[in-house]
Each structure stands twice: as structure tokens, then as C-alpha cells.
């Protein structure tokens, strides 16, 4: 009479909802047995009722079983199309890197507080004494032209170099001394080579009457220049400064060619790459230091950061162009 063996077969759970409606719903073959009721005579209506509740009760036992499996099994099949595999790629977000100033920066820097050298700084703001005079550059030196300094109306002026800073930590510390300082510094000039700021590192060391020679220069200088570029020649070139006496440029034996003459060292085999000497007696004078000696050197650190990593328009630097900035990581 009433079939419940659909219930078995059901496959998904909308088609089992189907088969309850069409039992036990309220136009549901179940349901309308009951509604026959009066049709049934008396003596019968007893063992009548009793079988079809019995029914009811054994459809609706029937579909919440079924309705249990089904439902686990739809969350199996959930599960496992929403597994998540935690070893797959995913947009990741951009780590940034430290930019080739920086690193060379923190090389230079690395390499001086290894050899018990403090990290001294000073204002970008600077005025004629600390940057110039006290330098041994006097007015009419050409350095000073408006053409190479910035200067403000109230008569200060960007620091052009990172000197500067030797003074004032002569001026507050005593001797001996044994600094670098590494900073900007600011000058009128823009092409390949050259922009407004760039980096330098100022190295200055004090001591005793006799106790700092050429000699100290030359070896902390040609040690530094081997851990920076690797095995090169160094060579010292005299030259001028007007806060050293004797001035000397350092040069290395050419990184692109080994020395053999190319387009980047102008076909010499050597690159310059910083300034040095002995501090000359007018500096001591004006920080008001006696019987002392002392080298003092400074270096570009763009320069350094251009040769070690063969990048040849300084401009490129200071564009932010990912694309550079990424071969850095
Ligand atoms: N201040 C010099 C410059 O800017 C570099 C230098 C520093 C040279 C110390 C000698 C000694 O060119």
C-alpha cells in the first residue's frame, strides 16, 4: 500500500524533503490515510489508527535516519572540496630591501667600528666656521663659490662636505680621537655623476705629537679598500686639500678592466675613490689642539656604492624605479 523503501534509495537531500512532503506533508499520502477515518467502520478504526500511526512513526524514524547520513555526507564532500593546501603560493606581500647607499653605507661603516673607530654626527645646517674657516678654507677660496654651496638668507649654508664634523668633535671631545662620521652632504651640481645630496664618510684620527704618521693613513686606507672592492692595488696620489698637509687621493687599480685601461677609468686602470692626509697645523689651531698629529679622510659613499655594484647614472638612485631598486635584494 504505502511504499517507504524511496526513503532508502533517496540520494540527496532535497529529493529525501520530496519524499516527506509526499508522505507526511499536509497533502501527504500518510496524512490522508488519516483523514479516512470516518470511512472506517467502528471495530475497525482501533487496529486502523494503530497501523498507520505505527507507519508515521516509522517513515519519520526512516527520513531523520537518511536525512543524518546525507547530511554527513555532503559535509565529507564539502570538506574535502574546500581542503586548503597551506604549501601553495599566495600573493605575498612586496618586502622591501636596503637601498645600495645604505648597504654600502653600513659596509663603510661595519668596517671602521671594527677598528675601534666611534660613529660621530653633525647638523646638515651648517655655518661658514664649521664648514670652511675652521677648515683652513679662507673667503676667497674658490670651494666657497655660490656656484658649489647652497647657502640661506641668514647666512648658514647646507654642509657641502661631512669635515664639518670634525671640528665639532674635536671641539667637544678630547684628543685622542678616533671618528668616522657618515651623512649627507649638499652641493650645486647635477649630472651623471653628480646630485644635489649624496653621502659621504669623513674618518679622523688624533693622537700624540708623532704618534699618527702616513704611514697609519696608508695602512688603515689600503686594509679598507681591500675589504670594500676585493683584491686590488692601491696607490696614493698626492694632491691638495686645504685641511690637510700633505694631501694625498687614493686610487684603486681598475674593477671593470683589472687594470688594463677601459672606458670607466678613462683608459688609466685606476679609479679615484677618496681624499686624505695629514691634518693640517691651521685646523688643530683654530679647535685650539697642541702637540698633537693626526689623518683625516673622506670618501663619497655613492661612488663606492656605484662601483660595487656597477650602476653608472648616479641619477638612477634617486628615481625610486623599483626595478632597480629590487636587483638589491
Ligand atoms: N672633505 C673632502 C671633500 O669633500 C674630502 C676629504 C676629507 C679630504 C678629509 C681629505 C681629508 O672632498
Request: proline share 4%.
Amino acid at each position: 500500500m504505502i511504499d517507504l523503501s524511496k526513503i532508502k534509495n533517496a540520494l540527496h537531500l532535497d529529493e529525501l524533503e520530496k519524499i516527506r512532503v509526499e508522505l507526511l506533508g499536509k497533502n501527504g499520502v500518510i496524512t490522508n490515510e488519516f483523514k479516512r477515518m470516518k470511512e472506517i467502520p467502528n471495530e475497525q478504526k482501533r487496529e486502523f489508527a494503530k497501523n498507520l500511526n505505527e507507519m508515521k512513526e516509522k517513515a519519520a524514524a526512516l527520513i531523520a535516519q537518511k536525512k543524518a547520513e546525507l547530511e554527513e555526507k555532503a559535509l565529507e564532500l564539502k570538506l574535502k572540496s574546500e581542503k586548503l593546501d597551506v604549501s601553495m603560493f599566495s600573493n605575498r606581500s612586496q618586502i622591501g630591501a636596503l637601498h645600495p647607499v645604505n648597504m654600502t653605507m653600513d659596509k663603510i661603516i661595519d668596517f671602521f667600528t671594527r677598528m675601534n673607530f666611534s660613529v660621530e654626527t653633525g647638523p646638515l645646517i651648517e655655518d661658514e666656521f664649521h664648514n670652511f674657516e675652521a677648515l683652513n678654507l679662507p673667503k676667497y677660496h674658490p670651494a666657497r663659490d655660490m656656484q658649489d654651496t647652497f647657502y640661506m638668507s641668514d647666512g648658514t649654508l647646507l654642509r657641502t662636505h661631512t669635515s664639518p664634523v670634525q671640528i665639532r668633535t674635536m671641539m667637544n671631545q678630547k684628543p685622542p680621537i678616533r671618528m668616522i662620521s657618515p651623512g649627507a652632504v649638499f652641493r650645486r651640481d647635477y649630472d651623471l655623476t653628480h646630485t644635489p645630496m649624496f653621502h659621504q664618510v669623513e674618518g679622523l684620527v688624533v693622537d700624540e705629537e708623532g704618534k699618527v704618521s702616513f704611514a697609519n693613513l696608508k695602512f688603515m686606507l689600503e686594509s679598507f679598500l681591500v675589504e670594500m672592492f676585493g683584491d686590488v692595488k692601491v696607490r696614493f696620489r698626492p694632491s691638495f686639500f686645504p685641511f690637510t698637509e700633505p694631501s694625498a687621493e687614493a686610487d684603486i687599480s681598475c674593477i671593470f678592466c683589472e687594470g688594463k685601461g677601459c672606458r670607466v677609468c678613462s683608459h688609466t686602470g685606476w679609479l679615484e675613490v677618496l681624499g686624505c692626509g695629514i691634518v693640517d697645523p691651521n685646523v688643530f689651531k683654530a679647535v685650539g689642539y697642541e702637540n698633537v698629529s693626526g689623518y683625516a679622510f673622506g670618501l663619497g659613499v655613492e661612488r663606492f656604492a656605484m662601483l660595487i655594484h656597477r650602476i653608472n647614472d648616479l641619477r638612477s638612485m634617486y628615481e625610486g624605479d623599483l626595478r632597480l631598486m629590487e636587483q638589491f635584494k
